[in-house]
């Protein structure tokens, strides 16, 4: 069975940082391209970060430059650096395969809040 389980959110305040972590369980981890999707309120879910297997990284434009992926094979774990957070970025972050097997399993994600 494939788990993923977010951890690391909370509220911050405008330009603040945090750093979310993604356990995987049920998958051989170094295999995969992960990603981190978010969902706010009234919006779709989006892919704002995927990092492949070699390392290889993608950004959604209204993240890049603020925003790192990064990943531990050995501790099988994924993570998202977020700096610079802006109101906008507040929402679910949920960590899974950056591809349609995604649809296998959602966590119950890790709410970011970035207000004054």
């Known amino acids: 069975q494939v788990q993923l389980v977010e951890s690391g959110g909370g509220l911050v305040q405008p330009g603040g940082s945090l750093r979310l972590s993604c356990a995987a369980d049920?998958?051989?981890?170094?295999?995969?391209?992960m990603g981190w999707y978010r969902q706010a309120p009234e919006k779709q879910r989006e892919l704002v970060a995927s990092?492949?297997?070699?390392?290889?990284?993608n950004y959604a434009d209204s993240v890049k430059g603020r925003f790192t992926i990064s990943r531990d094979n050995v501790k099988r774990t994924v993570y998202l650096q977020m700096n610079s957070l802006k109101p906008e970025d507040t929402a679910v972050y949920y960590c899974?395969?950056?591809?349609?097997?995604?649809?296998?399993?959602w966590g119950q994600g890790t709410q970011v809040t970035v207000s004054s």
């Open positions: 990092i492949t297997s070699g390392g290889s990284t």
């Open positions: 899974n395969f950056a591809s349609n097997l995604r649809d296998l399993y």
């Open positions: 049920g998958i051989i981890f170094r295999l995969y391209t």
